[in-house]
């Protein structure tokens, strides 16, 4: 069972539309009309939504994308929140715009969010939604890209294939993950 979905960006209105905030853009989704708060124990806005089965936070770090650990961390600590309970949603730049994959522990795969992460918890047992926003060819390219905003026609893959994933939520939350994945990622 799924009890925290972090989302990973970067704060600030200059970030809002950039690809490094596809996971802003996700659990902004998942909030529907529920209001964010600045919560300053947490370094990060939370609000809490129900879901059929339980009730679940979502967390948008406030800190920069290198510290999202930080936020993560504190706010599992504080309501005893299990390694194996939180879900991070992050930008994947292997994966084509359009094309997300939910992805049981793992490495950092080079993305300092999650590299952040797993420092701070010590474990990388944690549940990822890995939402491609595409690469930019070069290594020496992906800072600029990643901190710019996606074409049109990449936004519009994008937000379709988050509206996909809202419909699944309540399974992954649920913890049937290989149901969850098995629709997803066919």
Known sequence: MCLLIVGLGN?????????????????????????????????????????????CWLLKPNTFMNNSGQAVIALAKYYKIAVEQI????????????????KKS???????GLKSIISHLGD????????????????GNVTNYVLNSPTKDEQIEIAAKIDEVLQ???????????????????
């Open 124 to 139: 990388n047992n944690f549940l990822r939604l890995r939402i491609g926003i595409g690469h930019p060819g070069r290594g």
């Open 11 to 55: 704060p600030g209105l200059r970030y809002v539309n950039t690809r490094h905030n596809a996971g802003f853009w996700l659990v902004e989704q998942i909030a529907g009309t529920e209001q964010f708060r600045t919560e300053t124990k947490f370094h990060g806005q939370v609000c809490r939504v129900k879901f059929p089965s339980t009730d």
């Open 168 to 186: 699944l939520m309540p399974l992954i939350v649920e913890g049937k993950l290989e149901l969850a994945m098995q629709q997803l990622h066919s």
């Open 106 to 112: 793992g490495g950092d795969g080079k993305h300092n």
């Open 87 to 102: 879900l991070i949603a992050h930008d994947e730049l292997d994966f084509s715009p359009g094309t997300i994959r939910l």
